[in-house]
């Protein structure tokens, strides 16, 4: 969806590496999220934010780190890359309503 | 344990017939229930949504089925084209407003 862009699409990285993955919406969402994506797993909720001032721990929050710097902008980050950080991850928004998420096209990260 | 259980076998049909995807859920309390499409090397899309208090809803080939006694959810697509094939995800979202996915169904649809 060309509302919700991200940024590297794909990134190699080695361990211990600081890393950030950005994401941009024009939908003028207040509410965003960061999932990833493994095989088998399915998406899972890293950490989600209901407007600039409000940050929330998902399900698998541990060694990441979130920043809302504007309505659309959420970015994150690995502080230390690990390899079991290899996934595709996801950024979403959703209105207030939260009838739908609407996804990005997906960072793919492989962490060596 | 909280667990959310779709069809864990990939779902193979002839053209024409209906697939019918399955999302099984436990220890969850939904508010909703969400069904996403997703093709290789894209985000999921947004398909259909069904609330607790609702039984069925259907759009245009698709219609879903919420029991929230039997912590399920079915997925249908009618007259089925090899366009459709692609994975499916059921999504649960709580009252505390979080969203929780499946692992999804691969659906191929064969001419």
């Known amino acids: 969806d060309a509302d919700v862009t991200q940024t590297p699409r794909n990134r190699i990285t080695k361990t211990g590496k600081r890393i950030m993955l950005e994401c941009s919406q024009t939908?003028?969402?207040?509410?965003m999220y960061w999932y990833r994506q493994d095989p088998g797993l399915g998406l899972r909720l890293i950490y989600y934010s209901f407007d600039v001032k409000d940050i929330n721990k998902g399900e698998i929050s541990d060694g990441y780190s979130v920043s809302r710097q504007a309505q659309a902008k959420f970015s994150l980050s690995l502080e230390s890359a690990i390899p079991n950080q290899t996934a595709l991850y996801f950024c979403?928004?959703?209105?207030?309503?939260?009838?739908?998420?609407?996804f990005g096209p997906g960072t793919r990260l492989l962490v060596l | 344990s909280q667990k959310i259980e779709q069809n864990s076998e990939a779902l193979n049909i002839q053209e024409g017939k209906t697939a019918t995807l399955t999302c099984n859920y436990t220890n969850y309390s939904p508010a909703y229930l969400q069904w996403y499409r997703q093709d290789p090397g894209r985000g999921p899309v947004f398909l259909l949504l069904i609330r607790e208090n609702e039984k069925e809803k259907r759009k245009e080939r698709l219609k879903v089925t919420f029991d929230t006694t039997l912590k399920q959810s079915l997925f249908h697509i009618t007259a089925s084209q090899p366009a459709d094939s692609a994975t499916y995800l059921c999504a649960l979202e709580t009252a505390g407003n979080q969203f929780y996915f499946g692992t999804g169904t691969s659906l191929t649809v064969i001419p």
């Open positions: 979403a928004t959703s209105d207030e309503f939260q009838e739908t998420q609407y």
């Open positions: 939908k003028g969402h207040d509410r």
